[in-house]
């Protein structure tokens, strides 16, 4: 199942979408087999009768100088290319094409391939998959494949990604209702749906104070004084000493302030309701 799906995450529209996979992150010692399966999805998706170089197939690269640059990843490669590999520069064709044994350091880890090309990067295990994650740009989307629901959460609690997906690629984006977007490099805000009217709505922050206001905070304004200073004090919590090491549970620090601003809250409310009464009963 992996296999056919991240295959097919690869190949829509010829590898051109942002959220394709861009390298696959397997156990050393699972490679080969995870491999095989991809040469058997492969060979069930292309056969005889629909090999992808037949332009009613497969997609082509949008542009010659799009091509150039993946065909230069491809060329660049120390890797091992095991399915795949064959271009035509005239129709812009590349392959659905896998490569094995590719390191942190090759050409195809150096940029988002955005192409028909999968490397397949081996690690020893899980906690050197998320450290290879962690040592780049937050992806748009991180996705793993596994039944056992501690180890996909110790992989998304570990990461950070615009989306985090389980046993699926791709399909993510149909799903009605679930915010769409990155994070850092990969993208800022969400879209789909209310997401993305929140996203594009500013929140505008709005005061109208009262002026009676100033009896309780006057002492904010020069020339200040003990008194004026003594009635800080009592609106705000004391400032705890330079924390050293991990904080203490048993801390104690004085409330007063927030004692105060709830009074103050209450006090404010009851004098709007009663602004408002006034205002209709004027009506």
């Not at 659905?96 to 990067?121: C, N, Q």
């Not at 400032?239 to 006090?267: C, D, E, H, N, Q």
Request: aromatic fraction near 12%.
């Amino acid at each position: 199942m992996a296999a056919r799906r991240i295959l097919w995450g690869k190949c829509v529209n010829a590898g051109q979408t942002c959220v394709a996979p861009d390298y696959v992150l397997v156990p050393r010692l699972f490679q080969d087999k995870f491999v095989a399966a991809l040469e058997a999805a492969y060979k069930s998706f292309y056969p005889e009768s629909a090999q992808p170089s037949d332009p009613d197939t497969f997609s082509r690269i949008v542009t010659p100088q799009a091509w150039k640059r993946i065909k230069g990843l491809i060329d660049n490669t120390k890797g091992t290319v095991v399915v795949g590999g064959e271009m035509d520069e005239a129709t812009k064709f590349i392959a659905p094409t896998i490569v094995r044994d590719v390191k942190a350091d090759d050409s195809l880890m150096s940029e988002e391939i955005f192409g028909p090309v999968l490397p397949i990067v081996p690690v020893e295990d899980v906690d050197e998959a998320i450290a290879f994650v962690n040592a780049r740009d937050h992806p748009l989307a991180l996705y793993v494949f596994s039944q056992d629901a501690e180890f996909k959460a110790k992989v998304f609690t570990n990461t950070l990604s615009g989306s985090a997906v389980a046993n699926e690629t791709l399909l993510h984006l149909a799903v009605d209702g679930m915010p769409f977007g990155g994070v850092g490099p990969s993208g800022y805000g969400a879209h789909t749906g209310k997401f993305g009217f929140d996203t594009f709505t500013h929140l505008r922050a709005s005061l109208d104070s009262p002026s009676w206001v100033d009896k309780i905070i006057g002492f904010r304004f020069p020339p200040y004084d003990k008194s004026k200073l003594n009635m800080a004090y009592k609106l705000f919590p004391s400032l705890p000493a330079r924390p050293i090491g991990a904080p203490s549970v048993t801390a104690k620090y004085k409330w007063w302030g927030k004692w105060f601003f709830f009074a103050f809250a209450v006090a404010l409310l009851g004098g709007l309701t009663n602004r408002l009464k006034t205002l209709r009963g004027s009506s």
